[in-house]
């Protein structure tokens, strides 16, 4: 039996790439052939992906395919047309205006990826939340039948030995404030540095704010940070970028606090991670945050940097406090953890699977036309570019402008290239019998 999983990007270390290979694993255990098929991946799990234009012709309608949406992608609309059931986990879609003048490609990738989600409401067998937010937004679009498949993390990852260097480096009488996550604007970093601002200019001057997480494709809001930084005058804050475990379990090692002023979270993994690494947590209350701490660790609902600065300073000086806290956040981890995540899955497939195939899904007539057409152009994108770099400029208000000196192709060469490359395309394509 095929259950494959596909999404638009396998990503290391985040918490919808641990989750994809944790269904991964419980798949193969359970004897399922499954195959994790992608559009885009990070090197470092290349081979434990396939992509999705491969897979094309290889999946039939006695399969199951879990579709992972989290944004709109060419892979997320080949998954819509491929003739298999389907099984949705929906990991929630950042509202696209917290990226507007940060961000413009994830702009009108999270505006896509929201509209292309409602056509699923007819297309998948179930719709999975993987948290109690995330399925009150399918159930509020209109998705039925809907689930939770609660995120229950893997801490492997944060067992390995601590980074010596990092660990060296933070591990003294300093107060160390941490927040794990990549630095988007949803993620709220910004309020953050002014929290710290007044808890170190108020209570403690020997404290330190460690912000770990990817800022790439987000260089323009990094210079916002670094720029916030400097105008508020505030120091000892350390913006670390993309790390590994064994960073990552150094700075859980080293924390006094973790704190989290995020305000739309599908889950919020990391808040799990410090109850794990038993980390006082303090966190705003937004979105899928509080189902995430399930009484654990301690909310708070202002944006008041005097009023988390006096809460930071509450718990970091009063130990009962601390362990208070620590308690709370043990026995909402031990909740979460006695949840069966892979039976919960399996469970679903089953169900799914004895359902028997299902019709082949009603595209646009021409949609495989397009899927061919699309992948020779990105042939030719990458192995002719110099075609796509000659083409005139195309017309600006109205008028067109002339091409530079020396940038135009002769038709008939032109021609001649998009055919060799068109022919070879379809050499590699499956034929249209095989999609049907």
Known sequence: MKVHQILATLGYGDAIGNEVLGINRALRNAGYES??????????????????????????????????????????RTAFAMPAR?????????????????HEQLVRQCYHGR??????????????????FNRDELDALGFSPTDVLPVVPDFSHLDCPPAPALLQSCDDDWTNILFVGRLIPNKRPDNLIRYFH??????NPRARLLLAGSFGGFEVYYAQLQSLVARLGVQD????????????????????????????EG???????AFYKQVPVLAYAATAVPATMDGGGVLYDTQDPLDIARLMDAVLDDVRLQDAVIASQDASLARLRAKDFGATVLRNVDILLAAGSRAAPEVAWDFW??????????????????????LPEGPALGARRPAPEGSQVDADTAKKSIEVYTDSAERRAPNAERRQ
């Open 86 to 102: 389907m099984m949705l986990i929906y990991h929630n879609i950042t509202p696209p205006e917290y990226f507007l003048g940060v």
């Open 369 to 390: 036309a397009q899927f061919d057409q699309s992948e020779r152009l990105e042939e030719l994108r990458q192995f002719r570019p110099a075609l796509f770099r000659a």
């Open 237 to 264: 804050v350390h913006i670390l970028g993309h790390i590994s475990n064994e960073e990552l379990t150094a700075l859980y090692d080293v924390a006094d606090l973790f704190l989290c002023a995020s305000e739309h």
């Open 198 to 203: 007044a808890y170190k200019s108020l209570y």
């Open 35 to 76: 195959e994790i098929i992608v559009e885009t991946f990070d090197r470092r799990l290349e081979d434990l992906t396939v992509d999705y234009r491969d897979m094309v012709g290889e999946v039939g309608e006695d399969d199951l395919l879990i579709h992972h949406f989290s944004l709109g992608s060419r892979a997320s």
């Open 267 to 273: 889950f919020c993994v990391p808040i799990v991670e």
């Open 115 to 132: 509209r292309e989600l409602l056509p699923y409401r007819s297309r998948c067998d179930l719709a999975l939340g993987d948290s109690a």
